[in-house]
């Protein structure tokens, strides 16, 4: 079965650090770029990051560069996040994606559940 | 605020029509970037409806349409049905070099 399975989120205080993995399965994971997309409660949706085939290109948005790390190991066919420094406003549930080109544009095609992230004291 | 706008909700009948606006600028969808649609029912994943602002993946009803003009794309639902009561997203790309999302529309079928 084609799916992506998150886990890692949980309780975190400010200040601290979480890493979300991402298990890729039923298709061929060394083939597509990935991504994290978060979405607050209550909120809509927020790109997070991309990743590209071999894990040597990245892009995130403005707000989470320093503080995000996405990388891949795709001996593991696994996708994941490191995030540091976490605030309030982090807390979100965070999806992993498949991500799919139509130059330069992209979309994503496949989703994960997600994970919740919770940053409070 | 979201990048591109738009409507908090819409509603319609069983087997009516809706239509949901997706507004952006002449940096994201004026700039020519293709506009993508999500479905998302609440408590689950957001699943792809509408990708290059008219084609529907594999498995997607033809009920559901996708449009675009100028600086805004909208989504199109026919025939509405109770399992169409969803939250839906449109995404495009803008210059700053991000992937950015509208700010979400619940859909409800009366």
């Known amino acids: 079965e084609v799916q992506l399975v998150e886990s890692g989120g949980g309780l975190v205080q400010p200040g601290g650090s979480l890493r979300l993995s991402c298990a890729a399965s039923g298709f061929t994971f060394t083939g597509y770029w990935m991504s994290w997309v978060r979405q607050a409660p209550g909120k809509g949706l927020e790109w997070v990051a991309n990743?590209?085939?071999?894990?040597?290109?990245?892009h995130y948005v403005d707000s989470m560069k320093g503080r995000f790390t996405i990388f891949r190991d795709n001996a593991k066919n696994s996708l994941y996040l490191q995030m540091i420094s976490l605030r309030a406003e982090d807390t979100a549930v965070y999806y992993c994606?498949?991500?799919?080109?139509?130059?330069?544009?992209?979309?994503?095609?496949?989703w994960g559940r997600g994970t919740l992230v919770t940053v409070s004291s | 605020q979201s990048v591109l706008t738009q409507p908090p909700s819409v509603s319609g009948a069983p087997g009516h029509r809706v239509t949901i606006s997706c507004t952006g600028s002449r940096s994201n969808i004026g700039a020519g970037y293709d506009v993508h649609w999500y479905q998302q029912v609440p408590g689950t994943a957001p699943k792809l409806l509408i990708y290059?602002?008219?084609n529907r993946p594999s498995g997607v009803p033809d009920r559901f349409s996708g449009s675009k003009s100028g600086t805004s794309a909208s989504l199109a639902i026919t025939g509405l049905q109770a399992e169409d009561e969803a939250d839906y997203y449109c995404q495009s790309y803008d210059s700053s070099l991000s992937g950015v999302f509208g700010g979400g529309t619940k859909l409800t079928v009366l």
């Open positions: 990743i590209n085939h071999d894990g040597g290109e990245s």
């Open positions: 290059g602002n008219i």
């Open positions: 994606a498949r991500l799919r080109w139509l130059h330069p544009n992209w979309y994503f095609d496949l």
